[in-house]
């Protein structure tokens, strides 16, 4: 089981799922994506593409020939590029939070909730990483890669065939709940699932019923096609 996180965000954001999953037999995968927790940024240009090669790069790494991917927002974009991309090497996906194009992004934002987000990243950023004077380059990578990707159409989803869930918070504050409803219908055999009363952040915020659904769609049968 590996879990993918946001954008800002790293691995130790899914401190509350970790536990479950073990208690659940699952062995956990935790990776901090480029540039965030204790990745360093590099010189490439970011892109979901690139981040997905390093998760398969990771398993090859570790031995791990087949993971289920649990991702959050920007995680939730890679591991559906993954199951894209490589069907053979992932089981299942778990989306929650997120966009496969830039039309299910919200126009606004909050700007206090996103002040809140922007300054525990800069506070984790300088704790955590190897290269903590390189925030603002950091920053700059991961705006631009959000502002211009992904950008994946209808026929790009319908070729996935790995089971998905597309899971989202009722009160999401960043993405479009008609967006999680297209990614639902458009991939083969998707469900969706809308979290009751939270937002962009239930991980963290109402951990035992996301947690729920996440053992849930893990231990379900498959409804991809064959």
Not at 14 to 34: H, M, N
Not at 55 to 61: E, G, P, S
Not at 91 to 99: D, I, M, P
Not at 121 to 132: F, Q
Request: proline content about 7%.
């Amino acid at each position: 089981m590996i879990l993918l996180h946001g954008a800002f965000d790293h691995s130790g954001h899914w401190g509350y799922q970790v536990p479950a999953l073990l208690e659940a037999g699952r062995r956990v995968v935790l990776i901090d994506s480029r540039g965030r927790g204790r990745s360093t940024l590099g010189t490439q240009p970011l892109t979901y593409e690139l981040l997905a090669s390093e998760v398969l790069a990771v398993m090859d790494a570790l031995g791990l020939e087949r993971a289920a991917v649990a991702g959050w927002s920007d995680g939730a974009i890679v591991g559906l590029v993954l199951a894209m991309q490589r069907p053979e090497r992932i089981t299942r996906v778990f989306a929650f939070g997120c966009n496969m194009d830039l039309s299910g992004v919200k126009p606004d934002s909050p700007s206090d909730l996103v002040a809140r987000v922007f300054g525990r990243a800069v506070a984790d950023y300088a704790r955590l990483s190897p290269t903590p004077g390189e925030f603002e380059r950091t920053s700059a990578a991961v705006n631009r890669m959000m502002k211009t990707q992904p950008a994946y159409g209808a026929l790009d989803l319908a070729r996935i065939g790995t089971p998905v869930a597309i899971v989202a918070g009722e009160n999401d504050e960043f993405i479009e709940r008609e967006h999680s409803e297209y990614l639902a219908r458009t991939i083969p055999g998707a469900t969706l699932t809308i979290l009751p009363g939270v937002t962009h952040f239930a991980p963290l915020q109402r951990p035992a019923e996301f947690n729920t659904a996440l053992l849930a769609f893990l231990t379900a049968p498959s409804t991809a096609p064959s």
